[in-house]
């Protein structure tokens, strides 16, 4: 039974991920399809940045400068980063036990004080401070406890807060203190979480990393949320080459925006005539349709 007419799902991408999706969404509102009228947006790391703007009714083209982005910018940890990916790849771990194994590397050493420059620069990226009327969640793992939660506007946690947690991934950022409790990235969850748009009758799925690992993954989320229509989207090979090998390098901020203004004009027809269907008109099965 559908619940939700039309559902967006953002996920993961790092700095250049951000980039795209924003220029992606932009280029796609000036054709005439609005991911922003969405009745549920799911925001994860870099989607819940490019999410926050949807759902609050910004133009996501604000972030084609990367002025924006450079203030506050945290230093990768390369031998943290690489140990937080060595027990990501450790197939022997029960999932619960890798976020925990992943959270303990977060924590240590880390200033209690650290995360103040990395919730500044997402706010100056969010430009809100308060939660939209729209549907937006935004998810985050509990550092201590591998404990995943999808905060929502009756969650009580500050917009950038659940921001700056959801996109704070270990290596890269610091966790994130909310109620006496640090949260690290919500990719660490399921990737995108597309799973919890559960409900939706129309779903378009925004990946920046899907270049990067197998689909099977996504397949299985997708086949649980039980949508009627569901479109993916992720970096075509010129995009994926916009990119650049570091999805942190702040010099290919700029290239990563253009590639999704562009790559939008290739989506906009195929994303028009599902995406601004009638909300909650009853209609025949549409298919799966994958971009």
């Not at 910018?73 to 992943?102: H, M, N, W």
Request: proline fraction near 7%; avoid cysteine; charge should be negative.
């Amino acid at each position: 039974m559908h619940t939700i007419d039309r559902a967006l799902v953002l996920g993961p991408g790092g700095h250049v991920g951000t980039a795209w999706m924003a220029g992606l969404a932009h280029g796609l509102r000036r054709d005439g399809v609005d991911l922003g009228e969405a009745d549920l947006i799911v925001g994860t790391s870099a989607g819940a940045i490019v999410g926050t703007l949807l759902a609050t009714g910004q133009d996501p083209g604000r972030l084609a400068a990367p002025a924006r982005q450079s203030a506050h910018r945290i230093e990768v940890d390369p031998a943290r980063a690489g140990a937080v990916f060595a027990v990501l790849g450790d197939r022997s771990l029960e999932p619960g036990e890798a976020r925990r194994r992943v959270g303990r590397l977060a924590l240590e050493g880390t200033d209690p004080r650290a995360d103040a420059a990395l919730i500044a620069g997402r706010g100056a990226l969010i430009g809100a401070d308060e939660w939209p009327e729209r549907r937006l969640m935004i998810i985050a793992v509990d550092a201590t406890t591998g404990e995943p939660v999808v905060w929502e506007r009756d969650s009580g946690v500050p917009l950038v807060h659940a921001v700056a947690a959801s996109s704070a991934f270990p290596g890269a950022a610091p966790p994130v203190a909310v109620d006496g409790r640090r949260y690290m990235d919500g990719a660490l969850r399921a990737g995108a979480n597309a799973d919890l748009a559960a409900g939706a009758r129309t779903l378009v799925v925004v990946e920046p990393m899907a270049h990067l690992f197998p689909r099977e993954a996504l397949d299985q989320q997708l086949a649980a949320v039980g949508a009627d229509t569901v479109v993916t989207v992720g970096p075509d090979p010129a995009s994926a080459r916009a990119f650049g090998p570091d999805l942190g390098d702040p010099t290919a901020w700029e290239p990563a925006y253009l590639a999704g203004l562009r790559q939008a004009g290739d989506l906009g027809a195929q994303l028009r005539s599902s995406w601004r269907s009638e909300a909650g008109a009853d209609r025949p099965h549409a298919g799966r349709r994958d971009r």
